[in-house]
Each structure stands twice: as C-alpha cells, then as structure tokens.
C-alpha cells in the first residue's frame, strides 16, 4: 500500500512536469519541430527521473511512518519520525505531534492511577475493585496484607484466586448482575481465621470497574472485646472471695455467734486481711494500668543491680521467711545500669515473691547478676514445679495463674507488671522452665536508659 502511494504520487509529479515542458514550447514560436520534439523527450526524461526519486524518497518515509506507528503502539512512547523535506513533511510532523499527544495522554493516565492508587492505599479498609468478570483491577495495600499477596499476583486475577473465599465471591457476582448485596461478616477467610464485615457496592459509570469490594476486619475489635470480658470477670473473680469472706464474718459477728474479746479479735485480724488483701488488688490494677498507659515517670540514675536485689531480698524476707526460703544473691558486684530505682525495685520484689509462691520449704532462691555487653541481665530462679511449655507464653498476662500455681494465693497481676515495667526501660523479660525442674526468670535492661525520661513511659 506504501509503495502504490509513492508511485502514484511520483506519476503524478512526472505528468504536471511534462505539460510544464509543453506548454512553455508551444509558446515559444521560433522552435522547429524537430527540436520541440527532442526538448519535449529530454524534459519527459528529466520528469521521470524526478517522479522516481520522488517515489523512492516517499516510500522510504511512509515505511519510517508505518514503523514509527508500530512501535508507538507497543508502548514506545518516545518514537518520532525524522524530519523530511518534500512532499511528506507535512504527513511527518502531523505524525509526530500525534505521537506527542498520545504520550501526554499516557502519561496523564497513569498520574491519574497513581494518584488513585494513593487514595486507595491511605485507606484503612481493603478495597478491591473488581471487572464485570470478577478479576481485581485495583487493590489497596490493606487487602494485600490481609490477602497476603502481592499487587503483581492479585491484579488482573479472578477474585476468587485472591481471596479463597466463596462467599466473598458470590457477594461481589450478585453486585456484579445489579442485585442487592447486603453486608456479611466472614470468619473464615482464607488460611486466616478472621472476622470480616464484608460489603461489595456497585459502581454505576465506572468504566473497567463493576464493584468496589470492602472489607474491614473486625478481629481485633472482637479481641479487645474479649480482653475488656475477661478483665471484668478476673476483677469480679478475685474480689469476689474477699468480699465474701468479709461478709460471712460480718454475719457470724452480727449474730452474736463470736464469743470473748480474743474470738472477736481473730475475726477483725480476718477482715482486716481480707480488706488488705482487696486493697492490694485495687492499688496492683492501678499500678498496671498507669504502666501500661505510660501515665508513670521514670527518673533514671546509675545504680548496681546487686545493690538492688540485696535490697529486694531485705523486703521480701518476711515472705521468704515464712516459706521457709533462703536467697542466694550471685554474680558480678559491679553491674550498673541506668534506670529508675523504684521501677526496678519493683521488679525484682514482684519476681521474689513469685518464686516464694512456688518454691518449696527450705529451697533457695538464686538471684544471678550478669553483665552482657551494652546489657545487664538478672535471673530469677526457683525450685518449684515449673511451667509447662503452654503456659510459658502466657505467665506474664493479667489476672494469668498457670496449672502449677493452684492454690497460690495472689492477683495473678505481678508479673505482667514486671513485663511492662522492663518494657518502659527499652528491656525484655522472658521464662524459661520445665515442668518438675523450676523456673527461671531473666530480666535484661539495657546499660544506658533508653526509655522517656521524667514523663510518659509508654
């Protein structure tokens, strides 16, 4: 086709040269026959000549055109055709200011789509918008992470691919053929286990979009739920056998039942126990709940952790001693770290008592020091039955009281202020045990304070 344009336009070019020729002879009356004759060959001649490098000129840039083309259309938005003189210069730069035009088009397009997929991904929500065939044509940063997924392997993907979950990809079907999709909640949602309030809306006049797909997940919701259900049951728990051991002496005193001032004695030295022992749970659960708010203030200064621990265990010994226990307080002298006194005063009593709940009569309580570069760590051991592998993860939760500690007395809340309180100083805690062998608690707080200073700790 190329080829037949050129030839026809060089043709016509020869044709209007020759009737040039002819019509200036014809005006020129001094001329013989022979030799109008002869010029009119020589200027046919010189025309075809012309036509033809006209022709061969236009092929090759009608080609460049058609390659140009071809290129530009694989996405090589940068193609231009070189600029000519002649007769298809005008078909040259009209090409390339297409070209031009297309490429500012392009390139608004997909600034449009990345400003699109920045809204879409700012969102909290997973958003999914999907084709009239259910593939997903855009999806947020929050649907792949609840996918667990890349962009690459979810775009252009049936739904169903993605997502795993069959009811999700009815809902979006329904949407799809105009019918009303209500909002459902999905539990199980893929590999996960997750609780999801699911709503797909159909989009009216949006183009390659169908339906936008949105799914919030409720799990953690349900789990702070779930948190704030067992704190009040655990609270209710560990009042509700002070409260009613309060009550029953009150009753047996009311009714006359107590004889003689040392019977009345014992039963107020009962009450009084009982109301401490209350009075203790409230101040714990206010103690962990400023902690774990970060409402503390922590003014940090160089102290020897052995100090510390000596001072833990003269705190304790009334405890200790009514257990019948002996600490055995080991290691370096001169480990120091920066942190608040009382914070860690605190820790390491909570621990102490903990081991006195566990350890037998007449066992030792180890208190190791050790120094482990930019940290210092101490251990806490114990004789006791120990903690089997599935309480492990669990010992510093509130209100937490592992199968070995039945019959313990206290809140179950000491440790989980320990967790928090090493936490505040940038530290880590950990348990190690077997069941049978006792435990070990080891606290590591880094030497140099790294927690906020005189003011929130969280």
């Not at 209500?182 to 609780?195: D, H, I």
């Not at 797909?200 to 789990?223: F, Y």
């Amino acid at each position: 086709m190329i080829r037949d344009l050129a030839w026809r336009g060089a043709v016509l070019a020869a044709t209007v040269g020759v009737a040039g020729v002819a019509v200036g002879l014809a005006v020129r009356a001094d001329a013989g026959p022979g030799t109008v004759t002869l010029l009119l060959g020589l200027a046919a001649l010189a025309s075809v000549v012309v036509g033809w490098m006209t022709f061969r000129n236009a092929e090759a840039t009608m080609r460049e055109i058609a390659a140009a083309s071809t290129r530009l259309a694989e996405g090589e938005l940068w193609e231009r055709v070189p600029a000519t003189s002649g007769a298809t210069v005008e078909l040259v730069r009209h090409f390339n200011h297409m070209a031009s035009r297309v490429q500012e088009l392009v390139r608004t397009i997909e600034a449009d789509q990345a400003r699109l997929q920045s809204v879409f991904d700012a969102a909290t929500d997973a958003m999914i918008a999907v084709s009239a065939d259910t593939s997903v044509r855009l999806i947020n940063l929050a649907a792949l992470r609840l996918i667990g997924t890349s962009r690459d392997e979810a775009v252009g993907r049936a739904l169903i691919e993605s997502v795993r979950d069959y009811e999700l990809d009815a809902m979006v079907r329904q949407a799809v053929q105009g019918g009303e999709a209500p909002a459902a909640t999905v539990v199980t949602f893929g590999p996960k286990r997750l609780s999801l309030k699911a709503a797909a809306v159909p989009i009216k006049g949006g183009g390659d979009w169908a339906v936008l797909l949105m799914l919030t997940d409720l799990s953690e919701v349900q789990r702070l739920d779930q948190v704030r259900r067992d704190f009040v049951a655990n609270v209710s728990h560990e009042l509700r056998t002070p409260v009613a051991s309060i009550r029953a002496l009150v009753e047996t005193m009311e009714d006359g039942n107590v004889e003689g001032e040392e019977a009345m004695a014992a039963f107020i030295v009962r009450i009084r126990q009982q109301a401490e022992r209350m009075t203790s749970l409230v101040n714990e659960l206010l103690d962990l709940s400023r902690i774990e708010s970060g409402a503390i203030e922590l003014h940090p200064e160089p102290m020897a952790l052995a100090e510390v621990a000596r001072e833990a265990a003269s705190l304790m010994r009334p405890r200790l001693d009514a257990r019948g226990l002996e600490v055995a307080i080991e290691g370096p002298t001169g480990v120091e770290v920066e942190a608040d006194r009382s914070s860690v005063l605190r820790m390491f009593t909570n621990l102490l008592d903990n081991a006195a709940k566990f350890g037998p009569p007449g066992s030792t309580v180890h208190v190791e020091v050790r120094d482990e570069g930019s940290l210092a760590a101490v251990c806490v051991t114990d004789e006791g039955p120990g903690i089997s592998e599935q309480d492990r993860s669990r010992v510093f939760e509130r209100f937490f009281k592992a199968e070995s500690a039945a019959g313990a007395s206290g809140s179950g809340l000491g440790l989980a202020i320990v967790k928090h309180l090493v936490r505040a100083h940038g530290g880590t805690v950990d348990a190690a045990s077997q069941p049978g062998e006792g435990a070990v608690f080891t606290v590591r707080l880094p030497k140099r304070f790294t927690g906020v200073r005189s003011g929130r700790a969280g």
